[in-house]
Each structure stands twice: as structure tokens, then as C-alpha cells.
């Protein structure tokens, strides 16, 4: 018996009190593998676009030993990729490599200031809907090339709720929908899961979510793991 590859984001494996071990019994993946009786491999890291889930692919020898056993793909990204950047991606990313580190810290708390309160405009984005769906369909082209019997589940952005981008998030609509057409054209089972827990979990005023505003609670996982294990059920 084969595996559950999940390549994702830090919503994989953060709960309410931060990151969590890959093995960790409450993270959604790993519940869904206990319902479905497989094991689980995930690669995530924090702040992962579809960007750097290609790069990851192309670059992780961990991932190429995991893909000839996995009996299903999940692709549980793309919700940085819908995130308010007012400042390009390429620009933003680079702040981190500032000096001295003075310069860094006035840059980090300027950018900071700015993007709660930039971030309702909606664009730019972390990475445009047609680039974000360009990884996607790479993705996709390179794990058929070397298994092309492999299943594949995509799991529609969540939202959040976070002060860090004004409680704004317009540019998930659209990257749904770009996803979902892409999905569609290529037979690819998706789950709206994601988003429908984690609009309600929002919504409720007893939640506990994660004070960031962006990761969830265990409940929530659980939650996320009860919408997500029939769609990986029926497509094993």
C-alpha cells in the first residue's frame, strides 16, 4: 500500500499555537491519512507559493523518492499566491538579505506598516492568478511525465482573517475560480473544504483560531480532514 503525498503551505502543519511536527497526529494531512489507512509524506513549508512548490519539486530529492509510492497527489497551495503584496514579491522577498541590520529592521517595519493598510486594494498579489496557474499546469505536466497514473486532488484557497493584511483578502476569488477551470480542463478532482471551514471558523466568535489570523486551530484541521478525506477517498 502506497502513500498520501501532500505538497502544501504552512497551513498544513501550523495550529493555533504554531508549527507542528510533519508527524503530528492533529494536522490535517495526517488525519486524513488515519481515515483513509495511508501513510503520509508532506513537504510544506511556511510562505509557500506554487512557485516555490515547483522549485521544491524540481530541486528536493526527498520529493522524487516519495513520488514512485504515493497513491494520490494533493496539491494544498496557492492561498499565498492570493495574498495582498503591495510590493512585488521579487522586491519583498529580497528584505530579508538588507545590511546592515539596522537598514533591515526600518525597511521590515515600513513594509509592515504599509501593508495592512495597502493590502484592500488587492493587488499586486504574492503572484498573479495567470502565473499561479502556470505553476500549477507545470506541476501537473511534470509528475504525469514520470507517473502518469497518479491521482491528483486540489484543494481550493482558504480564507483568513489576518490584521497583518487588513482583514482583506479580494484576490481569492479569482485565483479559486482560475484554479478550478484549470482543474476541470485536466480532470482534476478539487475540494472547496478549506474555504468552507475556515470561513465559518472565522466567523464563529468561540473559534480559537491562530492569533495571526491566518493558520487554524486543531478543530479546524479536523474539520478540514473530515471535508478533505472523501475527495482523496474517491479518487484512490
Not at 23 to 41: A, F, K, T, Y
Not at 111 to 117: A, E, G, H, T
Not at 130 to 159: M, N
Amino acid at each position: 500500500m502506497g502513500s498520501i503525498m501532500v505538497l502544501g503551505d504552512s497551513l498544513s502543519y501550523y495550529d493555533e499555537t504554531g508549527g507542528l511536527p510533519s508527524d503530528d497526529p492533529r494536522i490535517w494531512p495526517n488525519l486524513v491519512g488515519e481515515q483513509v489507512g495511508r501513510e503520509v509524506d508532506l513537504f510544506a513549508r511556511i510562505g509557500w507559493t506554487s512557485r516555490d512548490v515547483w522549485w521544491a519539486i524540481t530541486q528536493d530529492p526527498r520529493i522524487w523518492a516519495a513520488l514512485p509510492k504515493a497513491d494520490v497527489l494533493v496539491l494544498a497551495f496557492g492561498g499565498m499566491d492570493s495574498l495582498p503584496s503591495p510590493l512585488p514579491t521579487a522586491l519583498r522577498e529580497q528584505i530579508r538579505y538588507l545590511r546592515p541590520a539596522r537598514l533591515r529592521q526600518v525597511v521590515r517595519d515600513g513594509y509592515s506598516w504599509l501593508q495592512p493598510r495597502l493590502s484592500p486594494l488587492g493587488w499586486p498579489m504574492a503572484l498573479p492568478v495567470a502565473v499561479t496557474v502556470d505553476y500549477f499546469e507545470k506541476i501537473r505536466g511534470a509528475v504525469a511525465h514520470l507517473r502518469p497514473d497518479l491521482p491528483i486532488v486540489v484543494c481550493l484557497p482558504s480564507t483568513h482573517d489576518s490584521p497583518y493584511y487588513g482583514h482583506a483578502h479580494p484576490g481569492r476569488v479569482p485565483l479559486t475560480s482560475a484554479i478550478g477551470r484549470w482543474a476541470h480542463e485536466h480532470g482534476i478532482a478539487t475540494t472547496t473544504g478549506f474555504y468552507e471551514v475556515t470561513s465559518a471558523a472565522y466567523d464563529d466568535p468561540d473559534a480559537v483560531m491562530n492569533p495571526d489570523g491566518i493558520h487554524w486551530s486543531v478543530d479546524a484541521h479536523a474539520a478540514i480532514a473530515d471535508a478533505v478525506a472523501p475527495v482523496i477517498r474517491a479518487a484512490l
